[in-house]
């Protein structure tokens, strides 16, 4: 089993956690492969030294057995979706973040987490994934979370949205979100779109501070190819996917669809997504 370490270095990193996780890898007896920037931190943090033939930049080295596991938050997560070496590869969090719906071991769990790895008891989910169908530069053209048209400067943009051909609406404000169910507590959340049980096969647009008080989110199928037409007057705008930002010029089409592949997200302890919802939300807590 090879396990393929990741975190990013403006992380507050728990020295005692890192020594638990450290302490595992070497009982069970893990290859691993850890980037860099972390790789340093933990050096730093702790009396564990770390080789260079366990320490990767951009590539991490692969036995076809792999685990990725991510140290930090959902955005750290997220910044290592382009590290699996398949897209089966198997990918847990451990969660020294804030809010964390992804990764879902909160960090006391540390040595379960790694017996569990180390048994094949780990369960896992199937995450739906949108696709950008036409990128017009090299960037990586998956989303886990959200595919978003953001205005660039003080000026609010239109987006006309079709799906399959057919136009919904031309949205006039500060963008348009559309997202995955697993996004759906994302940056959907916080624009008024609905909490989506991540196995719905679906995705959700949220137009943002849409400047017609009637509109509102829309929940499609995950079947459907979506086509984005920007008209922006300062002649420009933003795309993101998920945390990656790129620059968008006036009249771009943007087309999305559901991606081929999956995330294959481990669920450990078995936390559901209700649990996560009730625990991150406060769902039920009487604070009278």
């Known amino acids: 089993m090879n396990i393929i370490l990741f ?37 730093a943090l702790t009396e564990i030294r770390i080789s260079a033939e366990h320490r990767y930049t951009n590539s991490p080295r692969s036995v076809g057995n792999d685990v990725l596991v991510t140290y930090g938050g ?19 969090g451990i969660n020294c ?24 008891g780990l369960k896992f989910e199937e995450r739906r994934m949108l696709r950008v169908m036409n ?28 799906i399959d051909g057919k136009t919904i609406a031309t949205y006039h404000g500060d963008g348009l979100i559309v997202s995955t ?31 017609n008080l009637t509109m509102r989110p829309i929940v499609v199928p995950d079947s459907s190819r979506i086509t984005l037409k920007l008209n922006a007057r300062d002649g420009e705008a933003s795309l ?23 995330l294959i997200l481990a669920t450990p302890h078995n936390n559901t997504f209700y649990d996560t919802l009730r625990e991150k939300m406060m769902w039920g807590v009487d604070n009278r």
């Open 240 to 262: 993101s996917l998920d945390n990656r930002t790129y620059r968008l010029n006036n009249s771009a089409t943007v087309e999305l669809a559901a991606a081929e592949e999956s």
């Open 181 to 211: 169910p697993t996004g759906s507590t994302a940056y959907s959340l916080s624009a008024g779109g609905p909490v989506v049980d991540p196995m719905c096969r679906c995705f959700v647009l949220s137009p943002l501070a849409p400047h």
């Open 97 to 120: 973040g804030r809010l964390g719906y992804l990764t879902a071991d909160k960090g006391e769990g540390i040595e379960e987490l790694f017996n569990l790895i180390a048994t094949g």
């Open 74 to 92: 959902d955005g750290t997560l997220l910044d290592a979706l382009s590290l699996r070496p398949t897209p089966t590869t198997p990918v847990v």
């Open 7 to 43: 975190s990013r270095k403006e992380l507050k990193h728990r020295p005692e956690q890192l020594l638990t996780m450290f302490a595992a890898i070497e009982r069970h007896g893990f290859e691993y492969s850890i980037n860099e920037d972390f790789a340093n931190m933990i050096e």
């Open 135 to 162: 990128p017009t530069e090299d960037f990586m053209p998956l989303a886990l979370n959200e595919v978003t048209i953001l205005r660039h400067g003080a000026t609010m943009i239109s987006v006309e949205a079709q």
